[in-house]
């Protein structure tokens, strides 16, 4: 996707800085309308997908998260339960409890483990959209940087070739 839209971006560069530039408006050019605005439009088109992409991890992040809490959950319900079965004796009693004790342990550092791996998945994945976007708006910061640089040296030769071709009276 980061790809199309800087394709999409160059294809913009392209046709602004071919444009000629209009009669004594150097600085201003004459490109086609429907051509920009269908660039334009698919360039609107392919940030909403990055940012899709960015909101789906999350979720998925999320659902992760919450069916490790469930199973967390199920967990310490079924611990619960083979203590409660155990009961008797007070050492069978207090193994039972151990165990159960630790099973609820290992479960919530699991759920924790799961949760700090989503979490770093997600903020990756999020840093790299980031970096693609704000890579694509230095692009056309820089292209419209050139452009202007472009029409003002076209400007110059203009007004010099004036000059010269009026020559002095």
Do not use: H, W
């Amino acid at each position: 996707m980061a790809n199309d839209v800087f394709y999409l971006i160059d294809l913009l560069y392209e046709m602004i800085d071919g444009a000629r530039s209009v009669a004594f408006s150097p600085d201003k050019c004459t490109i086609i309308r429907d051509d920009a605005l269908e660039l334009l439009e698919q360039l609107r088109g392919e940030l909403p997908a990055e940012l899709k992409k960015a909101q789906d991890l999350i979720r998925r992040r999320d659902d992760y998260v919450e069916e490790a809490k469930k199973e967390a959950e199920r967990i310490r319900r079924q611990a619960e339960l083979d203590a409660k079965t155990i009961v008797g004796e007070s050492e069978i009693a207090r193994v039972a409890r151990d165990k159960a004790r630790d099973m609820v342990t290992q479960a919530n550092d699991r759920s924790k483990a799961i949760i700090n791996v989503a979490n770093e998945y997600t903020d990756d994945a999020l840093r790299r959209t980031e970096e693609a976007i704000q890579q694509a708006l230095e692009e056309v910061r820089e292209s419209r940087a050139r452009f202007r640089a472009v029409s003002r040296e076209k400007l110059q030769a203009q007004q010099s070739t004036r000059a010269e071709d009026q020559g002095p009276k």
